[in-house]
């Protein structure tokens, strides 16, 4: 019979597990795989285990069903020797452009966040301050290969101080961790340092008043991808009118970076069903960031 400390982990497991199933279904996410092993792992590939999968009809705690599961692990001797016969595959280029350093690239800049901080200091540049609590700067890692960028903070981010502490906060902090990061690896910024009455859209004039600061903050970290979340973000970034649904899912260029417009977490909140869409993108995001790191290494 397991030892008491045996089942407390058992049961640890089964609820985390649960918990991230239930994360990936919040995004849409259907079909889960486990990275393969690399061949070189001390993992005794030997004797291949079976793909585990789940019946449709399983169901976690949250009861939302999930269609399957696959945790794949590395091939043993026999379907490796196999995998030498094959002809060798790569991607098409198409698939996220051209991985080759860019010729225009984001400006070098020497700029610290606290130099640019202190040259927005308690900002009335625009109207905006009259309401706000606080300023809600951009936090995250300032030498992070990925950003997101929305449009303004929220109430919630307004009396906290911080970037998506809100509802859409915490479905962005699950989108991040679904794409293999953790959020304190990420820089979450906004068009706008102040929340907007009603948590309206900035105006343009009050945008042209904060994007300067944001874009002097790219330059100083020079993030490899950029994910602008909603309109506002993405019409700010990219300078262009055309809507989110039709740029969406397709990389965009900022000075050398990667640019993947997707819907705003709020419009998710409020739209359920473009959450799959939403997750098609970021996987994007993911794969490309994962090339990128194999060829540099």
Request: proline share 9%; hydrophobic share 35%.
């Amino acid at each position: 019979m397991a030892s008491e400390p045996v089942l407390s982990e058992l049961a640890s497991l089964i609820k985390n597990a649960r918990e991230q199933l239930t994360y990936f279904h919040e995004l849409g996410v259907e079909n889960i795989e486990a990275r393969q092993v690399p061949a070189n792992s001390t993992t005794n590939a030997a004797a291949p285990k079976p793909e585990l999968s789940l019946p449709e009809s399983t169901r976690v705690s949250s009861g939302h069903p999930v269609k399957s599961f696959a945790a794949k692990v590395a091939p043993g001797p026999v379907d490796r020797a196999r995998e030498d016969q094959l002809p060798a595959i790569t991607a098409p280029a198409s698939l996220f452009g051209d991985l080759n350093p860019p010729v225009e690239s984001l400006p070098k800049s020497s700029e610290t966040f606290a130099e640019i901080r202190a040259d927005i200091g308690d900002c009335t540049r625009c109207p905006l301050y009259q309401g706000r609590t606080t300023i809600v700067h951009t936090d995250g890692n300032q030498r992070a290969r990925l950003m997101f960028v929305g449009e303004a903070p929220g109430a919630d981010e307004d009396a906290q101080g911080r970037p998506f502490v809100g509802r859409a906060g915490q479905l962005l902090t699950k989108i991040i961790e679904a794409i293999g990061f953790k959020r304190e690896e990420v820089l979450i910024g906004n068009v706008n340092r102040c929340r907007p009455p009603a948590n309206r859209p900035p105006t343009p004039e009050e945008a042209a008043m904060c994007k300067p600061f944001l874009l002097r903050e790219i330059a100083a970290v020079r993030p490899e991808v950029i994910v602008v979340l909603g309109n506002t973000a993405m019409r700010n970034l990219l300078d262009t009118k055309i809507g989110i649904t039709k740029l969406r899912g397709q990389f965009q260029d900022y000075q050398g970076a990667k640019v993947m417009p997707t819907f705003h977490p709020a419009y998710l909140l409020r739209d359920p069903s473009k959450k799959k869409e939403t997750w098609a993108d970021l996987k994007m995001v993911r794969d490309y960031l994962e090339a990128t790191r194999k060829r540099t290494n």
